[in-house]
């Protein structure tokens, strides 16, 4: 059983649009966190949110927690073909983090 | 700073042969986390180790297992190598004392082990 459900798997879209990924849960997480990964590389942390409701914004990205501290999304505004990677949001509980299994995003120039 | 070091970089083994993956944590870390990840899929926890002890264990079998030296690096070993080992071996590390909800891990680049 997947904990951390993720939306859409693939993703391919042109440059300059608007796209929003999604993590779903059953479960309550004390932490959500997103983070990129590039081919070859490790995954990179973008940010953590932890209270429900909680919005963070990095520059074109934004990032939501749930009311109730299930769900997040990763909004991204005008697309950019160096926003392309593999987008994983992971979860805190009972001291480690687990993983969804990604969106992976093309942008298109 | 250096940040996580993982090697070997590549390796290839056959099945039935045995691993040793390596870690060397981000300095001022103490924790190391081993995850799996298949292609296409995301990492998957395998174990956490603290204080030179396994802390946490994902849902693999008896043949994964770690170790953690007082300077805090890591080894994973896996016995009796499956074709389904196949996988980008990643090593994260973190800092105990921050709280759970503010914690966040460094990754390093992983270890590709293919399996023939």
């Known amino acids: 059983t997947q904990l951390l459900e993720q939306s859409p798997q693939f993703l391919s879209i042109q440059e300059g649009e608007n796209l929003t990924v999604y993590c779903n849960s059953s479960?309550?997480?004390?932490?959500l966190q997103w983070y990129r990964q590039e081919p070859g590389e490790g995954p990179v942390l973008l940010v953590t949110?932890?209270?429900?409701?909680e919005v963070k914004k990095l520059k074109r990205l934004t990032f939501q927690f749930g009311d109730a501290r299930k769900d997040s999304s990763l909004h991204i505004t005008a697309a950019q073909p160096g926003d392309t990677g593999l987008y994983l949001c992971?979860?805190?509980?009972?001291?480690?983090?687990?993983f969804g299994k990604g969106t992976r995003l093309h942008i298109l120039p | 700073d250096a940040g996580v070091t993982q090697s070997p970089t590549h390796l290839i083994k056959t099945r039935g042969q045995q691993v040793t993956l390596r870690c060397s944590p981000k300095?001022?870390?103490?924790?190391v986390s081993w995850y799996q990840q298949a292609l296409g899929q995301g990492p998957q926890f395998i174990f956490q180790y603290y204080e030179e002890e396994e802390r946490q264990r994902g849902n693999f079998p008896d043949r994964f297992s770690g170790h953690q030296f007082p300077n805090y690096s890591s080894e994973l070993n896996v016995n009796a190598l499956l074709l389904g080992d196949s996988a980008l071996y990643l090593c994260?590390?973190?800092?105990?004392?921050?709280?759970?909800?503010?914690?966040?891990?460094?990754f390093g680049a992983g270890s590709r082990l293919t399996v023939l």
């Open positions: 300095s001022g870390h103490d924790t």
């Open positions: 479960s309550v997480f004390s932490s």
């Open positions: 949110v932890v209270t429900g409701g």
């Open positions: 992971a979860g805190g509980r009972d001291d480690k983090i687990i």
């Open positions: 994260a590390s973190s800092f105990s004392l921050l709280p759970s909800g503010a914690n966040v891990l460094t």
